[in-house]
């Protein structure tokens, strides 16, 4: 049985919170079948305690009694789908940060390269 990952506690884990650090959202699912890193196992009293961090949203999914075998396979495309739903335009998460990079260093001319010193 998997326990609440919450220090000091002891009580079955009934539930998974992912993260989904690029969206700043944090999913609350079925219990993964697998423990994986950025995934924590929570019981009902830290379920009900969770709070998000600041500028954080909670997405939360009532588990569902009939489903009894949850896989990480689910989790995964949950947070694809709302890694998804919660982007504005159609990038890459890589490509959104490099766009940013851009956008900070746009008062930056680029110079064009320097001569071969060889032929000057
Ligand atoms: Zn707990």
Redesign the pocket.
């Known amino acids: 049985m998997r326990?609440?990952?919450?220090t000091a506690?002891?009580?079955p884990?009934i539930a998974t919170l992912t993260y989904v650090y690029a969206d700043s959202t944090a999913v609350l699912g079925p219990l993964a079948t697998y423990a994986e890193p950025h995934c924590y196992d929570?019981?009902?009293?830290?379920?009900e305690?969770l709070t998000a961090p600041r500028g954080w949203e909670v997405v939360r999914l009532a588990p569902d009694p009939e489903d009894l075998g949850p896989t990480s396979d689910d989790l995964e495309a949950l947070a694809d789908a709302v890694r998804e739903a919660a982007r504005p335009r159609d990038v890459p998460v890589g490509q959104d940060v490099l766009r940013a990079e851009h956008g900070r260093r746009g008062h930056l001319r680029v110079l064009p390269p320097l001569e071969d010193p060889v032929d000057a």
């Open positions: 326990r609440c990952t919450r506690c002891n009580r884990a929570l019981c009902t009293v830290h379920v305690r």
